[in-house]
């Protein structure tokens, strides 16, 4: 069987940087990343490339810290929205520039990853889809850079085998590209992101579209220009401005250095006011730019939670023309409403409305669960991965009970969570939806990882051997990926401060060693924050967040004993957007370091 020294499952963002990153500290040992897909990429591989994919990032902000996106390069001018294709091959030149391109495997799926004893993991790959053409790999150590968006969602309908026609994930609607120039009529279900993208991409090429939004989900999500604010500013930079930082309980928020700033704003009632104020304006900005009210179908558009307690779904309008353009004309028809069953190529709403229609694509989510299956059976629990509750699970009800209240005394206004849709419930458990797989509303518990990256039990912090690289939600991709690859070479090599956590060499322990008590109790609060910071999202389930990736971003530098404050002056650091150019030489910083 082969053994390699480092194995990372996933050629995504993560991955890729995570793969760099090691090469570039640990040259001499063997390095293989396997990609499950034809290409790399992961959300940005040539399979999920449809046409007219665009990130929501303008350029400049979707850069690897070290190779900026020049515009002579790959032919994206500064205030455009960067095209997919162009994500593709910007990865392409990385992944070649850095010297791990030779390194990936493509079309290999890992099945199963089996803990050994004595550390390592035993994989078990597949070789495209053939069962008949498996084999058996050694990792050393294994970095899972899968991410939450890599098992896509979709319901069983009632009637689906008399539907006859093309019933799809909107992640698959490149294999279904031709529906874009054949059908005459589309149904779209999902009021999230991709549920707007594939509205746009039927609609700007004629194609009627009926727009399905559950009248027991979420609702519309937050959909704001790229330019927000009466100062008309970039949102990505908006988010990355340490000042406005602030304005987000974050209970890793002082890692940024100015927890008395961040006291004043959420442990005073002055302060709270201030930041309900901020939030207001916020929301406001959006609805008064995008005017939903000036029509009654774009009215039905109006999302129906607070931008406040809303993460990474509060997404940016990356798309060339109007899409309010294409309501307001009639080519996209609005219902708010659940789908009840199908019949032959019609889709049955729960207001009585029958819909004729080509085909059903459904921007339906993702499972929340890793791509692969762990063993041996029960190992998730330990590995913070989501799993049945029981009593000795990290977020137990006593547990999560002491870290609520240490969450709302630090943050009382947390305790007045918004009203969510009286109406909501789970999509499978829907009038004529099931499923036989394990739905995203699964009563599951939530990734519990230490710093978003490593396992908190017994074992792992001892046994080195695995890393999780991605198992988070936010604007900032890029940023993140590089400064956890870096965190995850120092973990696997022992070089994290002994005040981080507790040391593999016993020799290395002092009297500020974090103990795994600590390390345990840190990444419970982490976790279990998300339920109450961003319900409206996905916080209860993984780490979904925006206002605070800059000081979670902190939080990782502090751990390595890097420099957080990049910027030139107190001002500049409270009002200058960080980017990907504040942190283009960490990696030579580092290796300085150690």
């Known amino acids: 069987m082969e053994s390699i020294d480092v194995v990372v499952v996933g050629a995504g963002v993560f991955g890729l940087a995570v793969a760099k990153t090691h090469r570039e500290l640990s040259p001499t040992q063997s390095l293989v990343v396997l990609e499950a897909n034809e290409s790399l990429g992961g959300t940005w591989a040539k399979e999920r490339l449809y046409p007219g994919l665009r990130s929501n990032n303008?350029?400049?902000?979707?850069?690897?810290?070290?190779?900026?996106m020049d515009s002579e390069t790959f032919g994206v001018q500064p205030g455009e929205h960067v095209p997919g294709s162009v994500i593709h091959a910007y990865l392409a030149v990385y992944a070649r520039r850095f010297g791990i391109l030779d390194k990936i495997r493509y079309s290999v799926k890992v099945l199963t990853a089996e803990h050994a004893d004595d550390g390592g993991w035993t994989l078990t790959l597949q070789e495209g889809n053939d069962p008949a053409r498996r084999s058996k790999l050694f990792a050393k150590k294994l970095v899972v850079a899968t991410g939450v968006?890599?098992?896509?969602?979709?319901?069983?309908?009632?009637?689906?085998?008399?539907?006859?026609?093309?019933?799809?994930?909107?992640?698959?609607?490149?294999?279904?590209?031709?529906?874009?120039?054949?059908?005459?009529?589309?149904?779209?279900?999902?009021?999230?992101?991709?549920?707007?993208?594939?509205?746009?991409?039927?609609?700007?090429?004629?194609?009627?579209?009926?727009?399905?939004?559950?009248?027991?989900?979420?609702g519309p999500a937050w959909m704001a220009p790229p330019f927000v604010t009466p100062l008309k500013k970039w949102l990505e930079k908006l988010v990355h401005t340490r000042m406005l930082t602030w304005f987000s309980p974050c209970v890793w928020g002082a890692a940024d250095g100015y927890a008395g700033i961040r006291g004043f704003f959420h442990g005073t009632a002055v302060g709270r006011a201030i930041t309900n104020t901020f939030w207001s304006i916020h929301g406001n900005d959006v609805l008064t730019l995008n005017q939903y009210c000036a029509h009654p179908e774009t009215k039905k558009l109006v999302p129906w939670s607070p931008p406040m307690f809303t993460a990474s779904s509060f997404s940016i309008m990356n798309y060339p023309t109007n899409f309010f353009d294409?309501?307001?004309?009639?080519?996209?028809?609005?219902?708010?409403?659940?789908?009840?069953?199908?019949?032959?190529?019609?889709?049955?709403?729960?207001d009585g409305t029958a819909l004729k229609t080509d085909a059903l694509c459904c921007g339906t989510g993702w499972k929340k669960l890793p791509s692969i299956k762990f063993l041996p059976e029960g190992i998730e629990k330990e590995l913070g991965m989501p799993h049945a509750p029981e009593p000795d699970s990290l977020l137990n009800p006593h547990t999560a009970e002491e870290v609520d209240k240490e969450i709302l005394a630090q943050f009382p206004r947390l305790q007045d969570q918004p009203e969510q849709n009286r109406k909501q419930k789970p999509l499978v458990d829907s009038q004529g939806l099931t499923t036989i797989e394990t739905a995203p509303s699964a009563p599951l518990s939530p990734f519990t990882l230490y710093h978003f990256i490593v396992p908190p039990s017994a074992k792992f912090p001892q046994a080195r051997d695995i890393a999780f690289a991605g198992v988070v939600a936010n604007f900032t991709t890029t940023i993140i990926a590089q400064v956890q690859a870096i965190w995850i070479h120092a973990f696997f090599h022992d070089q994290l401060p002994v005040s981080v956590m507790p040391p593999v060499d016993p020799s290395r322990a002092t009297q500020e060693t974090k103990t795994l008590e600590e390390v345990r109790h840190e990444t419970a609060l982490h976790s279990r924050f998300g339920k109450w910071r961003y319900p409206c999202g996905y916080g209860s389930v993984y780490p979904d967040f925006v206002f605070d990736a800059v000081p979670y971003v902190d939080l990782l530098l502090g751990d390595l004993g890097l420099k957080v404050h990049r910027k030139g002056s107190w001002l500049a650091e409270a009002t200058e957007p960080y980017g990907p150019e504040d942190y283009k030489v960490i990696v030579e910083e580092w290796k300085t370091k150690v």
């Open 149 to 218: 968006t890599s098992k896509t969602f979709v319901p069983e309908f009632e009637g689906q085998e008399a539907f006859r026609a093309p019933l799809f994930h909107s992640n698959d609607l490149l294999k279904h590209a031709d529906t874009l120039d054949t059908c005459q009529s589309v149904t779209v279900l999902g009021g999230m992101k991709s549920g707007w993208d594939s509205v746009y991409a039927y609609a700007s090429k004629g194609v009627k579209v009926d727009w399905v939004i559950r009248e027991s989900g979420h």
């Open 326 to 350: 294409l309501v307001r004309n009639g080519t996209v028809k609005i219902h708010i409403a659940d789908i009840t069953h199908l019949s032959a190529g019609t889709v049955h709403l729960s």
């Open 58 to 68: 303008l350029l400049g902000t979707y850069d690897y810290p070290g190779l900026p």
